[in-house]
């Protein structure tokens, strides 16, 4: 066995393919509801395949970059999976951990956690893992515990469990220039800083960004960072646009390849600006992109993220979306593609404020026509959205949420879940009242009850159509179906509650 | 002792004596970032509260959308503290930013030439 002396690693709902569905990954930021908790962990976030080390064959793709940098700087460093990290409580001397939400503070598992009052299990689940035998085993012996990734500002709020942990140090921002450094002073007993945040002048350059050396969880890979429509409330439009070359695309695919994962997830802020100008999409590099993928791959290729605008642009000026899906996206083995989205808000004057650019090159005041179009656009298609809502956004107005809540009427007829995110100040999580004084304006409620129906009436259809047909997912799916219909029954006997709270 | 990210930074030696405001120190932040050009910023800092729960202080400084990188060390609680941190940091620009009434500190920083503003003037006057 070998000594690892960096030992990277996580708790089991990141540490997961659920299932090959990105999707599924969801249900870990929400409590176990309706199922026992072990059972619901297993739809959620079932173990993943190792090798005789204990390093998991597929493993998130921020942990493997952070691993792929430490190889080459010359450590001794694996992603170990977390039931095996007490295998190298003796080698590790420095443990580094990461997520992308520790402590369920980020969308949705918030608003789960303010809707229901229950810990989602994201959170439960990391808590519990730092309190492992193993990680505490691992302290106890010397090792420096470092934790990063772009949760790494939710430890800002929980302090005591920092101390408890007694976690040296933490990283938040691209760090691939700074990795090594950390690591080196970790291991050689220097004193570290307590908190390093790593800014737009020390993001890595492409040269700077290694290629991962194993297979990253369902294939997903980078094909751009950062974001040129500088929405207000998004830190990843700070750092500079950096578009992946094809040759690297090619590398990453080949290691996943490798390992088995005949699937790819084309991982950016807005994948379709691959290669583009500014906040214009470019046809040509996109269609290159998606020759490649399809070349290599015969699985299925999905979409991380994309911009409604970019949807609407593509497709108006050269029928990119449909090109894209026909020719390349479509095939014996994939029906649909599943890509997340960012509507926010249905509201021209919030639009114009907050995310000036986000229906670039339109106009801010045609951002709902560009929603509406780009849904269509996607439904003929087969591209299947999760879309996101920010409601209670500093400055939104009754009469905002009322226009979000007509776009939520129009986009009826086009499939997709959409998923409202509460703009929610630190703290209130533990304090329901808060939820309850801040979000049940009448405008609120009868917005979440648009989007609560809208979603289960979409994804029951799609379950029907498209989803986890595979033969060895059946025992997942009914589940799945069974967790919805619990669900609906549950909404069925709050609705009353609800409306007397309107009343009030 | 630093690390790499830490070169050519902008230091700021923060005595945390007391509650002080938050936009405030984020606001001299800036202005010092702004003032000096510079684009990396270290916060240096002596707190009573040990850690990390001096942390619970500069949550909104943390999280505030800063186009720039940020270090936090921490250092401790006394007058030796901070005399550590003058001595290593001596060679780098530095400015300290003092909130309350911290008479021991302010003449150890002027005993060193440093340069200091006070945070929360205001809300004690
Ligand atoms: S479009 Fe998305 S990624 Fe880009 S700035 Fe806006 S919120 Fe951020």
């Known amino acids: 066995m070998p000594d690892y002396e960096v030992v990277i690693t996580t708790d089991r709902t990141m540490m997961s393919n659920h299932h090959g569905k ?138 005591k469990f920092w101390k408890e942990c007694g976690v040296d140090m933490v990283v938040e921002g691209e760090v691939e220039r700074v990795i090594a450094d950390i690591v080196r002073k970790a291991l050689d007993g220097e004193e570290l800083p307590d908190y390093v945040l790593v800014g737009p002048n020390d993001t890595p350059s492409l040269s700077e960004i290694p290629v991962i050396k194993g297979a990253s969880i369902n294939g997903l890979i980078e094909v751009m960072r950062g974001c040129p429509r500088g929405c207000k409330f998004c830190s990843v439009t700070l750092r500079p646009l950096r578009f992946i070359p094809l040759d690297t695309v090619k590398e990453e695919i080949e290691v996943n390849l490798r390992s088995g994962n005949s699937n790819v997830i084309l991982h950016g802020e807005d994948v379709l600006l691959y290669g583009g100008y500014g906040v214009k999409p470019k046809p040509d590099p996109v269609i290159k992109l998606h020759e490649l993928a399809r070349k290599m791959v015969k699985g299925s290729i999905a979409w991380s993220h994309t911009s409604l605008a970019s949807v609407k642009y593509s497709e108006d000026n050269f029928k990119l979306i449909s090109k894209l ?40 005041d045609m951002w709902p026509e560009v929603v509406e179009d780009a849904f269509s656009i996607m439904h003929e298609n087969n591209v299947i959205p999760a879309a996101t809502l920010i409601v209670g956004l500093p400055g939104e107005r009754g009469d905002d949420v009322v226009k979000t809540a007509e776009l939520i009427d129009r986009l009826k007829p086009y499939r997709s879940v959409i998923v409202p995110m509460f703009f929610v100040p630190m703290g209130a999580l533990r304090n329901r009242d808060w939820f309850d004084k801040n979000y049940v304006t009448s405008e609120h409620v009868d917005l979440m009850l648009k989007v609560l129906n809208h979603t289960l009436y979409w994804a029951e259809d799609i379950l029907e159509r498209y989803y986890m047909k595979e033969q060895h997912l059946k025992p997942a799916r009914l589940l799945l179906k069974l967790f919805m219909s619990y669900i609906k029954w549950r909404i069925g006997k709050v609705v009353p509650t609800i409306a007397t709270m309107i009343a009030r | ?117 006070l945070l929360g003037v205001r809300a004690y006057a």
């Open chain 1, 22 to 159: 990105e999707f599924l990954g969801f249900l870990t930021t929400g409590p176990a509801v309706g199922l026992p908790e072990k059972v619901y962990m297993w739809l959620a976030a079932p173990k993943v395949k190792v090798d005789y080390e204990g390093k998991p064959i597929e493993a998130p793709y921020g942990l493997r970059k952070v691993e792929a940098k430490l190889i080459d700087e010359g450590f001794k460093a694996a992603i170990i999976d977390p039931d095996y990290l007490s295998r190298y409580v003796s080698s590790v001397k420095v443990l580094m951990i990461g997520h992308h939400d520790f402590f369920a503070y980020g969308p949705p598992s918030n608003e789960w956690w303010l809707i229901t009052g229950r810990e989602p299990i994201n959170r439960l689940s990391f808590m519990k893992f730092m309190r492992s035998d193993a990680v505490v085993e691992a302290k106890r012996r010397g090792a420096k515990i470092i934790v990063g990734g772009p949760a790494a500002w939710q430890w800002l709020w929980e302090l």
């Open chain 1, 325 to 364: 899906m026909s020719e390349y996206v479509l095939s014996d083995y994939q029906e649909f593609i599943g890509v997340e989205v960012g509507i926010e808000t249905g509201s021209p004057r919030l639009a114009r404020t907050i995310m000036p650019a986000k229906a670039a090159p339109y106009p801010p």
């Open chain 2, 1 to 117: 002792m630093c690390l790499a990210i830490e070169r050519g930074a902008y230091h700021v030696i923060l005595i945390l004596n007391y509650d002080y405001l938050n936009d405030e120190v984020i606001n001299k932040v800036n202005e010092v970032m702004i003032h000096n050009n510079v684009r990396k910023l270290v916060l240096h800092v002596i707190s009573s509260e040990g850690r990390p729960t001096y942390l619970e202080k500069l949550r909104t400084v943390l999280s505030s959308t800063f186009p720039y990188s940020l270090v936090v060390r921490y250092w401790g609680s006394t007058v030796d503290d901070l005399v550590k941190i003058i001595k290593l940091y001596r060679n780098e620009s530095m400015i300290a930013l003092v909130s309350g009434d911290a008479q021991e500190f302010k003449g150890v920083l002027e005993g060193f030439s440093i340069n200091y503003e």
